[in-house]
């Protein structure tokens, strides 16, 4: 009888718990392996570059709506005349289905990006990252559009 109240007690901890350990575990940890894929698996293609010279998460303010966009993976490779540029921005999804809604949030900090003058903001493709997946909709708009990349774990995980 003890031992069943312990397992409800649990169980019960854990209900409470889960919320958090995702929001500050597995969360976190997702995003620093959508990075490191970025960095040092992602095939050039669908980075539109050779190299990725660094990659990184970030803040971009966005003032017109008395806001800031925290951007999960921002990835960085160098231009013809070896300026540093703008390659691609992410944002990093563990439990949630990822929907159009992600996709115009990156659109639009693509273009606050574009207008503080960001080198290769304008062109930088965005990435969807999700370990829950994506909406039918997101991927009919990646299949459509070059700029948008979609990467799961079969991605993360076999290097695609």
Known sequence: MEHARGNRRIAQLWRIGQRRFIGNVLGPHFEQVCRYWTAHHAPPDRMGADLVSRVTS??????????SHQLDVVAFGFDDQDRERILAIGEAKWGDTMGLAHLDRLRRIRDLLSAQGRPGAATARLACFSAAGFSAQLAMAAAESPDVM?????????GG
């Open 58 to 67: 970030g803040v971009v303010n966005d003032p017109s709506a008395r806001t």
């Open 150 to 158: 979609l990467v799961g774990p079969l991605d993360l995980y076999t």
